[in-house]
């Protein structure tokens, strides 16, 4: 059997191979490279100089400081997105539609540009919010200083909230209602009933939720660099962008930033392996047919101050930072108040039409995310197809492959990329787009291989099979079979992809050089370089593509859909 | 007399009526089985005696004791109204061991320790459950299941239990034993029994009456076998049983059909409103239409199929298709061979 298999090599095993080598060259190299950096010291394996880099104060600090932040964040975000869960699905709040729509907008907006916002309006001196307090109503010092633990965690939580949000009321949503009246009938009041049996029903769901919350906080570079490195506050992907950028190349540098990256890719298989377990042991078949609509606790006098509270909520984390960066980016100078006579749509024609820095910053991301996401797309497809209907030997270390980068935090992904494509084998790509391509296919691949194998396991073998039968060969079967029926996967990946590149910036900013800045970057660059009101208009208008992109989205799968 | 009263009980979704003016009597011990295609209003009815639905309109009450009023506007929340209940879809709590979910009732009230232990043990004894006590109800077969929910109902020793289409997710087997429990807790226990059901033979076998219901409105109150062998009107007879129709128009001396005419069937007129208004559907059930060689309505035999001990006939008269059955011991036309039927227990409804 071995022999005759490895001497016929047909289609499967070339596809089969060159999925294989992709994967390798793109994401198993990088990684092995980083833990190669991290352990291997003098031509030995090394465990005790890990130590101590870890004990450094600096790195120590660091670790401490993503532990505290995604502690926090977790918590805050897992009691919001809960609570809200409830809110709109279990009671009778008025316009509960729409406010559920409303909840999942922070997911599609960059939680960077956000903490950029908050920090124009709640910066200590110059933040507007702040301001307002101490020159109007005459306060002593800032109400609020959002560089702090407390501001990063705020910040963090209303974007990273909606995972528990959208996990809850999913349950809520499908869980039998049965079960919940069945212990009404049994005697409980609905307080007693939300404690003994929907709560512990949905756990998994608000436990798994919370776990996804803490991978990204624990992985988010944006809102820290923007709000927590001013005062010092350092997270693992912060410091290992510091020991990159700063210390131009130094050995001992890039030996830390493999270290703490080597704790994050640990960290998060933890979380996943975690989040995975509670998903399919603890996971309870709430699930069933009847139509009953469970039913809703009456909110009676609650009802119009909850809705109040909603709309703050949505009012304070959607809207006045939204605004605020339009305004901003609006203003003749930073600081200005905002009257008639201080703004100006300069900055914004500017930034489109006039500097290269922006304009360049808007192409590199539009063809970075277009190209990305349709070699992610046809790549993906291939793969999975491999994975999911070749009986070929081995292809579980395509889907381990494929997958890890799913558990890889961006910053690591974009320090194994600069490890393996900076000369060291030949091919220096450092400080060109084709870096940050590399970087963003491997950190990609995991969405395309979701969304392809999800639409290739419904193509059953027999609709292969009938078209053979009918006289097809196999590349006419799966032109004229498997292609179109697997369009809709590979739609959905493309966007899955296109989008989220498009506002990238955890890969980009470990990555660009003085003519590849992204979009997210460049945001980055200008308000670090102080650039604020131009930071603010490019924002702005990376907020407009965003927006428009998820509306295009939106139409074209509902099209699809209806069709 | 009476235990559960309805009285005049209407619901409405919207527009839609879903139960309209309902009375419906039960004395303590009886089982009463609701009929009716989905979408009957039988549910509603049900849940309204559990609580989950308030009424529009009319009363019910339990022994002397008030649920849900419209002119009195009163109503009693479900956890305080002491039934026991079993749904179709289980609704036993996978969080909980088996164990658990029975003593569960038991714990929201409060009873003491050694109590919720001796009864809890008790409901699982007469399920069968008590070595499976431990086990979470995840591991259990859907019979296992519907057991742990029907001993979670007898936990708190009800007068009254409400049973929502509880054999309708099981398999075929399970169905049948699950059934003959039910009966024989029933008579250990003397509880009454509301009973959802979409199918007529489970309501037969298990109820001491059935209410056949239609869009809301109640069809018929009646033993099994008056509401199978005295149907109130068309619709019962379609719905219960097997059923086959013929239009006959008709004179004071006999009926027409298929433009040829016959005497009365089995010498029995329709009743003077349906004669009087000249045309009437003929119905029998087609175990009791008999092959005759003299006389009889005339039709065409179309199909034969050998169902092991019936034969099950499809005949042509005119342009309406019967359907006839016989036991393969009665010698039947064959296949194409025109024939005489004559109907044994002929019922009169009006058309329309």
Redesign the interface.
Known sequence: MGHRAALRFGTPELLFSLSVALLVIVVAVPMLLIFFNAFWVDGHFNVADVIKVLQHPETYKALLNSLILSVGVTITGTIVGTFFAWLVTRTDLPFKKTMKLLFLVPFMLPAFIGALAWKMLLSPRAGYINRFFMDVLGFDGPVFNIYSYAGIILVETMYLFPFVFIQVSGALERM?P??E?????????LF?ITR??TI??V?PSILSGALLIMLYSMAHFGTVAVLGVETGIYNIPTLIYEKIHQSAGSFASIRTATVLATVLVITAALILWLQNRILSKGR???I???S?RP?ELKLRGLRIPLLVLCIAYIGFTIVLPTATIFMVGGLKTYGLQFTAENMTWVNYKHILFEWDLTRDAIWNSISLGLSAALITMFAGVIISYVIVKMRVRGKGILEFLGMLPFSVPGSVIALGVILAWSGKFGINLYNTVWIILIAYIARYMAFSLKANSAALEQVHDSLVEAARASGATMAQALRDIVVPLVRPGMVAAFFLIFLPALRELTVSVLLYGPTTRTIGVAIYTLNEDGETVYSAALAGIALIIIVLGEVLIKRLVSGKNSA | MAYIELNQVSKRFGQVTAVDRLDLHIAQGECVAMLGPSGCGKTTTL?MV???DDLDEGEIRVGDKLLSSKSEKFYL?????????V???F?????LSVFENVA??LR??KLPKAEIISRTEQALKHTNLLSAARASP?DLSGGGKQRV?LA?ALA?RPDVM?LDEPLSSLDPHFREEMRFEIKDLQRRFGFSILYVTHDQSEAMALSDRILVMKAGVVQQIGTPLEVYGAPANRFVFEFIGLSCFLHAGLTPSGMQIAGTAYPWPNGMPPPPEILAAGTGVLAARPTEVDFVSEGGIRGVVMRKAYLGEIIDYRIKVGETELRVQKTRRVAGPAVSESCGLSFVRPQWYPVG
């Open positions: 039998d049965t079960l009246e069945s212990a009404r009938i049994s005697g409980a009041d007693t003994k049996i512990p029903l756990m309870y078949q709430i069933a047919g009847k009953f039913a | 849940r559990a609580g989950f929340p479900p956890e305080q109204r002491n039934f026991g209940m749904f179709q879809a609704a036993v709590w996978p969080h569960f009732p929201v009230r995840d929910a979670r708190i409400l």
